[in-house]
């Protein structure tokens, strides 16, 4: 049990809609990282939060953002949904720099 | 841009051998890499983190390595357990993910 949970666990969608992952992170970590897993691939960065701003992002288009909240959680929006959407989303918790812990994943179906 | 790569990307092993699993990053600028276990279709569960400023971390069975002149880190698995089959991953930065490799340790 990391302290890291996120909701929905499963979810299905119909291309072209918009999506929202949530993630709360483990008490007094300031940074949240958000990951998309393909099946039999290995996570792949979207971008990082830290004490609200934006800290990092990886090669993924504007359609994907995200918040930070003051209390740390996060969210994820994906608008229009596209059919290689479809993946495992995964956030992370840590402090900056320091060993990260992940939740369970957001299971995305875009049909 | 940080590349990291895991080799092999598969094992099978017999019950109670030792490993070894490895990861090379093309970044010697990092300040910390970190191993990962994933059971199908489930979250990360974190292993071992090592900082820039450490050779190696132990845990257990486990232990990793990190050279970052080489760009490589190890994990070596002893006495191996079917439980201990997974997909091990490494990560640079937090960010930087390799593909991972795939371990089945055979009863």
């Known amino acids: 049990e990391t302290g890291v949970t996120q909701s929905p666990t499963h979810l299905i969608k119909t291309r072209g809609q918009q999506v929202t992952l949530r993630c709360s992170s483990q008490?007094?970590?300031?940074?949240v990282s958000w990951y998309q897993q393909a099946l039999g691939q290995g996570p792949q960065f979207i971008f990082q939060?830290?004490?609200?701003?934006?800290?990092g992002r990886g090669n993924f288009p504007p359609r994907f953002s995200g918040l930070q909240f003051p209390n740390y959680s996060s969210e994820l929006n994906v608008n229009a949904l596209e059919l290689d959407d479809s993946a495992l989303y995964l956030c992370?918790?840590?402090?900056?720099?320091?060993?990260?812990?992940f939740g369970q994943g957001t299971r995305l179906t875009v049909v | 841009k940080q590349e990291v790569t895991q080799i092999p990307a598969a094992l099978s092993v017999p019950e109670g051998e030792n490993l070894v699993l490895n990861c090379s990053f093309t970044d010697s600028a990092i300040y910390n890499l970190q191993w990962f276990r994933q059971d199908p279709g489930k979250g990360l569960t974190s292993l071992l983190l090592?900082?820039?400023?450490?050779r190696e971390q132990t845990s257990g069975r486990l232990n990793a390595s990190l050279d970052k002149s080489s760009g490589r880190s190890t994990l070596y698995i002893a006495a191996s357990q079917p439980g201990d089959s997974a997909t091990y991953l490494c990560?640079?930065?937090?960010?930087?993910f390799g593909a991972g490799t795939r371990l089945t340790v055979k009863p």
């Open positions: 090592i900082q820039s400023s450490q």
């Open positions: 990560a640079a930065n937090d960010m930087r």
């Open positions: 008490s007094g970590h300031n940074t």
């Open positions: 939060y830290y004490r609200e701003e934006e800290n």
């Open positions: 992370a918790s840590s402090f900056v720099g320091r060993e990260a812990f």
